[in-house]
């Protein structure tokens, strides 16, 4: 019998990773490349396997001492600079607002992400990152909301006048979370009309969003291995505190009876289209248009007039004054009618115009 030699599979080694050493181009010391931030898409640290010859310690103490000199976000801006890192003040802004601090290596990870790629210091410079106000910047993070959470927010701030919860030290998802409950409370006309009614509701709001942090630290606490009774007790004593305190407001104030009162009719088809035309929804205002041309309407509006006129018996002055009400109102139309063709035939030769001068 003949055997088969069977060659054995041999499993390459795995290459040791070399920690290569560097020397600091600020303190002087060598370090390993552990030490070093890397610039993933710089154009000039290519030598040093695209490790920024700076020590972490170096670019700790040069983020503290700028930070001292000229504030946080130009501190931050001077040291990616230095490491060539790109800079955007809504990634800066997110770390402050969901983490309450800034860490400039939390900042550093987070370009990982894929909206960073192939991004340098040179990008924030061509992109005016640098010049952008913190409006600008706020105003960049809400235009990531979505639709409805922007609709209650102006919808919100139409109402109370101006924006309750800037400069309140809350987070952006606290202040789309703060502004989606306020919008619901001040779907009142009796709400819109009293200022001190307003700033209860912004009150109740606030004091709503603790009671949902203390939730999120409830769950959390129960969440681990062995939770801990008295924290947990604590915190739904607090969060018992909060609620007799939202509903003696409620009560004091009467803000449920007026609701109540408030709340006829509400759930109408009319009423709807009242409140979505007062929001300006430009979707409704199309719609509006459609029905109010549709031939089905025409029927039912000519039915409705034939009924009124046959139950209704004018005298001689009324069919007068009436005639008289008609007659003021084709002048207006027709002003408004002549007005509009005139707009029309100013902006056609103006596109005729154009379309001359492009060919």
């Not at 370009?111 to 952008?132: M, P, T, W």
């Not at 819109?192 to 630290?217: A, P, V, Y």
């Not at 409140?275 to 549709?294: A, H, P, Q």
């Not at 009618?337 to 707009?343: G, P, S």
Request: net charge positive; with cysteine.
């Amino acid at each position: 019998m003949f055997t088969i030699p069977i060659k054995s599979k041999t499993v390459p080694k795995r290459k040791s990773k070399v920690n290569n050493k560097y020397v600091c181009q600020c303190c002087g010391v060598s370090k390993s490349e552990s030490n070093f931030y890397k610039s993933q898409w710089t154009k000039v640290w290519n030598v040093s396997g695209r490790h920024v010859l700076f020590c972490k310690n170096c670019i700790d103490k040069l983020m503290k001492e700028y930070t001292n000199r000229y504030g946080e976000q130009t501190a931050l801006a001077i040291c990616l600079a230095l490491l060539d890192m790109p800079f955007y003040p809504t990634l800066y802004r997110s770390i402050i607002m969901n983490n309450s601090f800034f860490n400039i290596g939390l900042y550093i990870r987070l370009l990982n992400g894929k909206q960073y790629r192939f991004k340098c210091f040179a990008d924030s410079i061509v992109e005016h990152q640098l010049s952008k106000s913190d409006e600008e910047v706020k105003k960049e993070v809400e235009s990531k909301w979505s639709k409805t959470d922007k609709q209650n927010m102006k919808f919100a701030i139409s109402v109370v006048g101006y924006d309750p919860f800037d400069n309140c030290g809350m987070t952006d998802n606290d202040r789309k979370y703060c502004f989606n409950i306020l919008a619901g409370y001040c779907d009142d006309n009796s709400v819109q009309d009293d200022g001190h009614k307003i700033q209860c509701f912004i009150q109740i709001t606030q004091s709503q969003l603790q009671c949902r942090k203390i939730d999120e630290m409830i769950n959390s606490e129960l969440l681990l291995a062995n939770p801990d009774g008295a924290r947990i007790k604590n915190f739904t004593d607090t969060k018992t505190k909060l609620l007799d305190s939202i509903n003696a407001t409620v009560n004091k104030n009467h803000l449920l009876a007026d609701s109540k009162n408030n709340s006829k009719g509400k759930n109408t088809l009319s009423a709807k289209i009242n409140e979505l035309t007062r929001n300006g929804y430009e979707d409704m205002k199309v719609n509006l248009f459609d029905i109010k041309t549709c031939e089905a309407m025409r029927q039912v509006e000519d039915l409705s007039n034939k009924s009124i006129m046959s139950q209704v018996n004018l005298d001689s002055n009324a069919s007068t004054e009436m005639l008289k009400e008609q007659r003021e109102l084709l002048l207006d139309y027709e002003n408004k009618a002549d007005t509009l063709q005139e707009e029309n035939r100013k902006l056609k030769n103006e596109l005729l115009s154009l379309t001359s001068k492009k060919k």
